[in-house]
Structures are given as C-alpha cells and as structure tokens.
C-alpha cells in the first residue's frame, strides 16, 4: 500500500519570499506522483506530476517539483510567491500496477501575505 | 466546455436521514471517481467506475454507502443513516481512460453536514 505525508498543515509566507512544501511518500513499489491545488471556493486541479523521465518537473505558474528517489520525497517550490498562490496543496500517488486509485496526502494551506 | 458539476453545493440533513449526491462528469469522461475530503483526513477515495466494469468499491467505508453510475454518466453517491462522521465534502472527478496518464478533472464538491 501506499501513503502520503504531508508534515506541515500551514504554511504562512510573505509575497515574493521562496516556499516548499514537503511530500514523503511510502511505497514498497514504483510510484507516480501529483501535486494539485484548490483555490479559495474551486475545485481540485492538477499542478504538475511525475510519472517517469527528468526528475524535476515544472508548472506553467513557476511550480516545481523534484522526484528524489533515495529520500522518498516529492517536494514542491516555488522562489518566489504571489498572493495568487494561496491555497490548500495535495501531494498525491499512485502506484505503477493500480493507477486508477490516487492516493492524497492530508494538504498544506500555503498562505501568502503582502 | 463544461467541467465536472455536483449537486447540491451544500446539504444538511438529520442524523439517520439518507442523503444522495449527484456527480455529472465531464461528457465523454468513462472513469469517474468518488472521494471524501473531511477536515485534517485528506482525500479519501471512496469509489471508482471504468466504463460498464464492475465499480472498485474497495474504499466504500460501510455498508451504509453505495454509489451507481446510470448509463455509463451521471453518478450518484448514497449514504444510509447517515451519521455526525459522515460529514465532509464528497468530491466527483473524471477522466478519459481511467489511467493515471489521463488526468482526473474534480468537480466543485457536496458539503455534507449531518447534524
């Protein structure tokens, strides 16, 4: 089975300041990993995923994600943040052999302020 | 075009009453998806339907829950005397294929209250 940590529930930043928010992950088999938003009153969206190649992927709002295998990690970042960006983020993952079923973690409100 | 809607926006009801929430998917969509978000849990998937397969019901939580997906589009999850426990908010999602390589598109969500 797998699971999903997301150890910090709030994340309060100033605008323009650098943020990551961690991910861990637990799985005895190979993984796909997601991270989505949900905007104030919105619905979930995906930001960026991992499913193979580059271990660094990148969304079109200056998101970014790196696959650290060794650490079981998927942590997001941005260096620098809009007021725009705050939201609840979802680390999520599947496993190789069931990929209908996504797996989320427990979120982090990313809160900026000016 | 239109995205995945869900209705009602928002449902109170009395503990032991059954409630039904409806997901429409996106048009076209053969896999949808059931989940229930509660405060401090996370998502939690509930159930999966892939075209006229049998659905995964593996994370139905009790027996108090069942969901049916009508001519292979809408979808309507119930849930039988319902419990303070089971308020949350029930989030649909579709996507093309049912693969993980076809992203899951989520609906508004139901905010349930049971009081």
């Known amino acids: 089975a797998q699971s999903v940590t997301q150890l910090d529930s709030q994340v309060p930043v100033f605008e323009e300041a650098p943020v990551e928010l961690r991910c861990n992950y637990s799985?005895?088999?190979?993984?796909?990993l997601f991270w989505y938003v949900q905007y104030p009153n919105q619905g979930l969206q995906l930001l960026l995923k991992y499913l193979s190649g580059s271990t660094l992927v990148e969304s079109i709002n200056g998101f970014e994600a790196e696959f650290n295998k060794s650490q079981t990690s998927f942590h997001l970042r941005k260096p620098s943040v809009h007021i725009s960006d705050t939201a609840e983020y979802f680390c999520?993952?599947?496993?190789?052999?069931?990929?209908?079923?996504?797996?989320f973690g427990t979120g982090t409100r990313l809160q900026v302020f000016p | 075009g239109a995205g995945v809607s869900q209705s009602p926006s928002n449902k109170v009801t009395e503990k032991g009453k059954d409630v039904e929430l409806r997901c429409d998917p996106i048009s076209g969509h053969t896999a949808l998806y059931w989940y229930r978000q509660s405060l401090g849990q996370g998502l939690e998937f509930l159930i999966y339907f892939q075209g006229n397969s049998a659905p995964d019901k593996s994370g139905l939580p009790s027996d108090r829950f069942s969901a049916e997906r009508t001519g292979g589009s809408v979808s309507t999850l119930t849930i039988q005397r319902t419990q303070q426990e089971d308020s949350a908010v029930y989030l649909c999602?579709?996507?093309?294929?049912?693969?993980?390589?076809?992203?899951?598109?989520f609906g508004p969500g139901t905010r349930l209250t049971v009081l």
């Open positions: 999520a993952v599947s496993a190789l052999y069931n990929t209908d079923k996504l797996i």
């Open positions: 999602a579709s996507s093309e294929e049912g693969t993980i390589y076809n992203e899951q598109f």
């Open positions: 799985s005895s088999v190979s993984v796909y």
